[in-house]
């Protein structure tokens, strides 16, 4: 186990071949900790996107600059070097996520490594001609940024680098100890090592384990779903600025650019078909996908017609009405998928009942895990890191001490506010376009031909999902 108080390591920019190296927490200097039993003012677990994003906004900010803060991470340290090959795992960030890299200072080195921007979204069905084009009124603007996560992780873990946070990985936290009023929260380290800390911050993931020391209960399925990843390639490029949605009778397929010529793919499909399309070799994985966006189902005909003739009265009554009927731009075909880029990620829905108790407070999946049909996971944790770190540098300025309650009731009322809502839209669309009835199939077509032709309607939505 490695203590990195960390002294910066300038590696941004140098260049191997096509390689470019944009962060380096494994060659920050190393210090080995003799010290047990330590105390931390904040300690955040769990390194991915959000705790080490949390753990920069902390560091970062004025008010909490003198505060000492640890992060701990299970998995060994990375070096980030961008290669040409494109990784699997990638997120459609929204407005408030960038601003928040901003903030921090991380947007450029996401910038200087690579991301794509998306300046329209299509969403479709099998079952009616509805069609929902989203895109930015001021028509050149991206609608949201598709960045590798390990490319943001990269940029986030270098600004970390140069603040005075601590950081620890290959650590694992074996269990955490919330006791009443007049002791500290104190985790215990899988070394047997112990840290006590004012305030303790759960980034740890669906398994939390600081969730499971907060107790309440934890709202949670498994959608027996998993979330086929991959990057494919088109036969030529084009102006790849296009997120598309279809909606199966077995989950959403949806294609994410990241260049000209490449797109990558978030495909939930029922267990059993998901390890079977891994099985698939790449020929027929590609016609499985291009199948998926193209094959024509049977229609019904009672909801063609309703839709069709909604849609058509809508675009003559509203004066603002975006309602196009046939207005389906045409989706890209795929020539290739890039060899071992395929994976499959289990899919499943969870909301902690409590976000907050005297010490402790959850950012991040840990708190909440969504279907990522809307593109919204990483970003409800991000808006999680804003408000908490707005939230303790209030405090701070007020004079309150870390970890009491207060405060963290409110970062708990005033997300909970945000994040159920979406969450519990996003688990009703999923069951919504897997219900196979013709009441759900009308439901739908209804749905998103008054959605589509709505623009103020379509807009609150857009709005939405980019706060
Ligand atoms: C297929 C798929 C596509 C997605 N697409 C999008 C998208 O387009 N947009 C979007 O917003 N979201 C998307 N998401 C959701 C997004 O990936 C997650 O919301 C996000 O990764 C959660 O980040 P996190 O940092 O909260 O948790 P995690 O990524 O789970 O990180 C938790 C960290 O804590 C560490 N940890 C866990 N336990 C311990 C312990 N005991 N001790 C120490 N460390 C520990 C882990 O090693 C890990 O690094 C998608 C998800 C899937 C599955």
New binding site residues.
Partial sequence: MMLRSVRYLRTTGSYIGQCKTFCSNAAANDATNSQKNEHFDIVI???????TTMACSLARNAMLRDKKILL????PAKEYRLTSKYSNR????SEATISLMMEIDAWPLIEDARYCPVKKMQVWETSSEAVLNFNNPHMDDPIAYIVE?DVLLGAVSKILTETNASVKYG???ESCNLLDADEKPKVTLSSGEQISCSLLIG???????VRKAIGGKYLSWNYDYM?V?ATLKFSEATSNVVAWQRFLPTGPIAL?PLNDEMSSL?WSLPNDRAKQVLELSAESFVDAVNDAFWKQHKQEQVVVDTTRSLGRTLASILPFSTSSPGSQQLQPTVASVEEGSRAA?P?GFGHASYYARLGAVL????AHRIH?LA?????L?FGDVKCLAEILATSAQNGTPLGQLKPLLDYERQRQLHNLPLMLGVDGLHRLYTANNTVAALARGVGVTVVEALTPLKGFFAKYAAS
């Fill in positions: 677990a769990g390194g991915g996107m959000v705790g701990l991470e299970a998995s990638v997120s459609a960030l996560n650590t694992k936290i980034a740890d993931g669906a398994g939390s384990q979330g990843v994410l978030v990620f899919l950012i991040g999946d840990a990522p593109g919204q996971g990483v970003n944790g």
